[in-house]
């Protein structure tokens, strides 16, 4: 008799004990804005007429998607600019923390991106005759000094796809510390391989920079001149600061400084297969190949739960968001240009570069910002 008491009552005491835990929860406030929190998110595009501005609602876009995008956004720490074009259109656009629509951010791996538009460039324009001209041709200075004869072989479009053989910096102390001091052209004698070139990818910092020299070696000029003669200045953009290494040529992995609305307009180009305003400044036929992926599972730790299957092509990365595939010119801190072909719609993340921070605690934040345009991308009608 007992035990089938205290049974009951402990029965009883534990169904209280579960209707008072569903009470308080019930109590709490919700993790996700209300529609009165969205409906008070601005968006709307700053005043400064070098862009064509539109609403999500005239672009055929729901605007508390994007309004949750936002809301956000302002909730992050490292972020400075946050915008949205589609079908032409700056249909949103806000600043965080330290951004501004006139402040030019220092970009970090987003400057892949502008390299890898150079090479198709110099292309165009027959400064380079094919992506499979060898990597040695444009250091005659250095043959003598190349032990391994593998580097000998090295081509362009290898060094596109991240194919070369150099490693990544972050493998150990010595290269994490050569990447804050800076590369020399040299650098590629004193970097043994660590693949056959061709063969997997390894991300390589070194690799891109020797991208950008030898189109500056192509083409006879510094790598900013003939990016302002070539790409800049057909866009109407201004270049900020861009840092060198310690024989002069431009960083070519990152530390281009641009504005937020100039970023944007770098991704329009690419997302209307290289023209811009009527003008073709980059090949349809290298956009193509520059979007591809030539290698999966390209990124080896985790993001988030809508930042999946991640490709690489010509330094863009690939991703796909739920049932959505986007290419992403990615940096370091979380800097993004996302270009989603299927919407027509670019969108475009600065935040802070944190240079020299790595770790934990800097990834988090730096997925963060990755996965707010992820998940809101996911969240986009398929």
Known sequence: MCRHLCFFNWRLYSLLITAIVLLVISALPSSGPSIDDLLAVDYTPMPVNDWGVSTPEAQGLDPLLVAEMYYRAAQLETIYSLLVIKDGYLIAEDYFNEGSVYHKDRLQSVTKSFTSA????????????????????????????????RKEQITIRQMLQMRAGYPWEESTAQLFELLYTGFRPSTLVDIPLVRDPGSDMEYSNLTSHLLGIIVSRATNTDLKSFAEEYLFSPLNVEVGQWIQDWEDYYNCHADLHLAARDIAKFGLLYLNDGEYEGNQIISSQWIYDSLQTYSQNAWPYRVGRNFNDIGYGYQWWSVMAGDHHYNLAWGHGGQQIALLDEFDMVIVVTANPLVGQHGDSPWGLEKANLNMVADFIKSLPS
């Open 118 to 149: 150079l090479v198709g460039i110099a292309l165009d324009h027959d400064y380079l005759t094919s992506v499979d001209q060898k990597m040695m041709d444009f250091f005659p200075d250095l043959a003598d000094q190349i032990t391994d004869p």
